[in-house]
């Protein structure tokens, strides 16, 4: 079974960092493309990171480009998401998510996680 | 957002509602895929249409997607109390950016 599970979530100040995870099960982790996508509170889903099976393709939305990182471990089967320079505007759900089979060159998420709260405030 | 869908529709059990995803030229005008997602209230999203018109396994047959020019669309048939959700269309645009469309509020009556 797929199991995407964050972790690492919570309360930071303005001008913080915060490091999400997300740890897959159930697939060959090294083999699936992963996004990050975010939902802020009463909102709807905003995309915010991409990243290929063997780590080398990333993109970012302009939103938090040049403030936020993610990589993942093979070894881990793990996603991260390294989040600097937080504002009020980052406060949101964070969802990692499976990228499935890509067709017309755009690819659903097949798998979601339960999402991690970051919250963004003094 | 890019993708433009009404903030809401509604319907009465058994009927039948769409919901529109409109974009450009540089997303689902260039011929890129669309994916529709249904989002019930406190979890996460589901995949429910992959490829404008393609159903994963478990969603119901009342559920159909369609793509033409700049334009998708999600059907539901057979309206039922339990697909009272949230429903995010989502395509590529060739600013290499992943767009979602700001989502539908279904209400069954």
């Known amino acids: 079974e797929v199991q995407l599970v964050e972790s690492g979530g919570g309360l930071v100040q303005p001008g913080g960092s915060l490091r999400l995870s997300c740890a897959a099960s159930?697939?060959?982790?090294?083999?699936?493309?992963m996004n990050w996508v975010r939902q802020a509170p009463g909102k709807g889903l905003e995309w915010i990171s991409y990243?290929?099976?063997?780590?080398?393709?990333?993109y970012y939305a302009d939103s938090v480009k040049g403030r936020f990182t993610i990589s993942r471990d093979k070894a881990k089967n793990s996603l991260f998401l390294q989040m600097n320079s937080l504002r009020a505007e980052d406060t949101a759900v964070y969802y990692c998510a499976r990228l499935g089979f890509c067709t017309g060159g755009s690819c659903p998420s097949d798998y979601w996680g339960q999402g991690t709260l970051v919250t963004v405030s003094s | 957002s890019v993708l433009t869908q009404p903030p809401s529709v509604s319907g009465a059990p058994g009927q039948r509602v769409t919901i529109s995803c409109t974009g450009s030229n540089s997303n689902i005008g260039a011929g890129y895929d669309v994916h529709w997602y249904q989002q019930l209230p406190g979890t996460a999203p589901k995949l429910l249409i992959y490829g404008n018109n393609n159903r994963p396994s478990g969603v119901p047959d009342r559920f159909s997607g369609s793509k033409s020019g700049t334009s998708a669309s999600l059907a539901i048939t057979g309206l039922q109390a339990e697909d009272e959700a949230d429903y995010y269309c989502q395509s590529f645009d060739s600013t290499l950016t992943v767009l979602f469309g700001g989502g539908t509020k279904l209400t069954v009556l």
């Open positions: 159930g697939f060959t982790f090294s083999g699936y493309s």
């Open positions: 990243i290929s099976g063997g780590g080398v393709t990333i």
